[in-house]
């Protein structure tokens, strides 16, 4: 424990530095400054790939909440810093063979191998995508891990199938997304290698969180954004027909009817198509990260954190959903001008403020929907004079949590 005291303190005083930053010495920031500019320089090309897509000015606007993705991992960090200060560093190094390790290794082996045999099952519509194959493959991956686990123990283990996904990312796969995912896998197996599993407890939220800010390949973006742009048209028409508008759909179509205003005669129907950038994945994408961002920067049970993140995918389903009856409503009453210009545009950002509200909503109920008691502990007997017998213990009462 002696080789970490530069790292991180420890409550022991001949391990705490004597000068630094933060709790930690000059020394340790140079050794993290290190690692940290050996990483941005392993992976660099994808750090300014990622840039170049997400970025606020020239990025793309389906990526653009990526760039707050590890802000928000930061700004977690920091609410931690106190506990993660005052952490041991514990490096995992595979000195230690335990049967623990075994168990947890055949138990990954065994889930991989679970995904392997269930792939075929798996379908996605008329996909043209191999989503058994795509899922065979992340099997195989599981499976490795495994295996590195049982063999290297976790750190090391980890840390090396990050490195051999990333590589597989650039060839054979050539696959963006699987680099970066081995990039992610990487910085985990390295914070899990140099400081052990009491600092991952703390740190691993920023770091499975940037999975969020990692841009889809375009053929899954678009396969999943086909049901969404089905299920926007048929709501939205369901919406306007309870405005008197006697709308239709068909596929991702909107068809809504049209009269001269002369004669009264219907004319062709107005058609309005639910375009992949009106289904809703970049609402859909946003609010997961928002409410993802709302229910770890709050204490909370995790099961509360669970409900807060799922309630984010129907309320921007709702949300997108308003937006094209929305737009479909202003084209019927006030023209094409109106609906494909201000209105196209910024529908989504007003739309923004009630969906957060909502997200707040759902936090709020979590947290009063279910009242615990705490038992308090029972007082310590007031002392007495002597010869006279101490009073009772006061009962433990009950208190609202």
């Not at 590589?167 to 050539?174: D, R, S």
Request: hydrophobic share 55%.
């Amino acid at each position: 424990m002696q080789s970490t005291a530069n790292l991180s303190p420890t409550l022991s005083s001949q391990t705490r530095p004597v000068s630094g930053w933060l709790g930690v010495s000059w020394i340790g920031w140079l050794k993290a400054a290190a690692l940290i500019a050996t990483f941005a320089l392993l992976y660099l090309p994808n750090l300014l790939r990622l840039w170049q897509k997400t970025n606020l000015v020239s990025g793309d606007s389906n990526w653009s909440h990526s760039i707050t993705i590890p802000l928000v991992g930061l700004y977690y960090l920091f609410l931690h810093r106190e506990q993660l200060m005052s952490t041991p560093l514990e490096p995992i190094l595979g000195d230690r063979f335990t049967r623990m390790r075994v168990y947890e290794a055949l138990a990954v082996m065994a889930g991989g191998g679970l995904m392997y045999l269930l792939s075929p099952m798996i379908r996605f519509g008329d996909s043209t995508i191999s989503f058994a194959g795509l899922t065979q493959n992340a099997a195989i991956g599981v499976m490795a891990l495994g295996v590195f686990g049982l063999v290297l123990d976790w750190g090391l283990g980890t840390l090396l199938a990050g490195l051999l996904l990333s590589a597989y990312g650039i060839f054979p796969g050539q696959n963006d997304f699987v680099w970066d995912m081995g990039m992610i896998l990487t910085l985990f197996g390295t914070v899990l290698t140099l400081c052990g599993w009491k600092v991952m407890r703390i740190t691993w939220f920023p770091i499975v969180f940037l999975v969020c800010a990692i841009p889809w390949p375009p053929l899954v973006y678009s396969q999943i954004a086909m049901p969404l742009q089905s299920l926007a048209a048929i709501a939205s028409v369901g919406i306007m027909n309870l405005f008197g508008i006697d709308a239709s759909y068909g596929g991702t179509k909107i068809f809504m009817p049209q009269y001269d205003p002369d004669t009264g005669l219907q004319l062709a129907d107005r058609a309005l198509n639910v375009a992949e950038a009106c289904a809703g994945m970049v609402a859909l994408m946003t609010f997961i990260s928002i409410g993802t961002a709302v229910a770890f920067l709050s204490i909370r049970p995790m099961w509360q954190r669970a409900i807060i993140i799922a309630s984010a995918i129907p309320i921007a389903i709702m949300c997108n959903v308003a937006r094209v009856a929305g737009v479909g409503i202003l084209d019927l009453w006030l023209g094409r001008e109106w609906s494909e210009g201000f209105a196209h545009k910024f529908a989504g950002m007003v739309l923004m403020l009630p969906a957060f509200l909502m997200i707040m909503l759902v936090c709020w109920i979590v947290d009063h929907i279910f009242i615990e008691e705490a038992e308090l502990p029972a007082r310590p007997p007031a002392s007495s004079p002597a010869g006279s017998p101490a009073s009772p213990p006061a009962e433990p009462t009950g208190g609202i949590a």
